[in-house]
């Protein structure tokens, strides 16, 4: 079966975008929604603190499960999976009837979840080896586009609808999903029994770099702890800085927005630079100029000055994650990918587990400036690691 590689990666992108979308929607009425289920309102913050992390930490723990799964029988069966339970985990959020079992389904989402690693591999496995690089920088933009629209398109729903029946129109959106990838997204793979896939002992043995594949999961741990760190006092850093108080909420949403916007458009056109002169140099550049953006976000005056920081850094952004996932892809045995992306992805979530530890941590004992230096720091080793791995000349997979 001849597969077209360009329309799963057009579907599969709008598949990244709702599920992004859906993910990120329900974000900014969480702790309203645990008010309004009868919490007491001094445990309100602990109960959302949890409700948030738990969906991460439940997919980190699944993924290599879900890794080995995709080897077995397909990248498009996982994809179908996951759309299909979150479908039904984000949907029965309306209908709890306390925070104990809203915290359940959180949890069910996470360890149900799924859908853009697989998209990822499945991208990965299809794609030319000279144009992965374009390929897996679009894809991501859809992942970027949807948590970028998330909150903003979440909190008029709840304004319009209410915030149950916010929950059921995220249902809504994953059955399109479901939907659009059941009858639109095309494998040509071949099932492989249990007993004669490769162990993932041997798995590494075929690969050339291991201690490069090892620091690229601690690259992502890394950057999803510097993107999540400072998530927790933004908001609260912009009030700061804010002269006006009256439009706080419209400035807050535009600033935490802003590098979304240059993410998705950088992406793309880093994702081929990367095609012609080394992923590994995008990724370096991408550290190097978020350490530039970054830093001085710990001396800003006004919230200008920090939305057009916020704006730069999302160019290196568009520029880290999907030049680890093109690298990851070009060393990896064909038959293992899913499994390798699967680790990949668990060390991500677990950044978004430990980043808001660490900025809300920091802020309280320091303040809201020493979370950008805290996390500057963070993105420096990050560098010096890269930098260490990519000492020597990288060896793709299949290419002696």
Known sequence: MKVDWKRNLYISWIGCFFTGASFSLVMPFIPLYIEELGTPKSQVELFAGFAISVTALAAALVAPIWGNLADRKGRRLMMIRAAAGMTFSMGALAFVPNVYWLLIMRFLTGVLSGYIPNATALIASQAPRAKSGWALGTLATGAIAGSMIGPSLGGILAQLFGMKNVFIITGIVLFITLILTVTMV??????????????????????????????????????????????????????????????????????????????MISSPSLGKLGDKIGNQKVLIG???????????????????????????????????????????????????????????????????????????????????????????????VNLCVSLFNFRKPIVYYGVK
Not at 201 to 230: D, R, Y
Not at 350 to 360: E, H, M, Y
């Open 286 to 380: 991408g550290l190097v100029f978020s350490l530039i953006c970054i830093i001085p976000m710990s001396i800003v005056q006004t919230t200008w000055q920090l939305g057009l920081l916020r704006f730069l850094l999302g160019f290196s952004t568009g520029a880290l994650m999907p030049s680890v996932n093109t690298l990851i892809s070009k060393i990896t045995p064909p038959e293992g990918v899913s499994r390798i992306y699967s680790f990949n992805q668990m060390f991500s979530n677990f950044g978004q587990v430990v980043g808001p530890l660490v900025g809300s941590t920091v802020a309280q004992g320091l303040g809201y400036r020493a979370v950008f230096l805290v996390t500057a720091a963070c993105i420096f």
């Open 186 to 263: 095309k494998e040509d793979f071949q099932p492989v029994h249990k007993q004669e896939m490769l162990s993932l002992k041997e798995l590494l043995a075929k690969m050339h770099n291991v201690q490069l594949l090892f620091g690229l999961f601690i690259t992502s741990l890394i950057i999803q702890v510097g993107i999540t760190s400072i998530s927790p006092i933004l908001t609260l850093y912009i009030r700061q800085l804010s002269t006006s108080k009256g439009n706080i909420l419209f400035v807050s949403g535009l600033i935490v927005s802003i590098a979304g916007v240059s993410a």
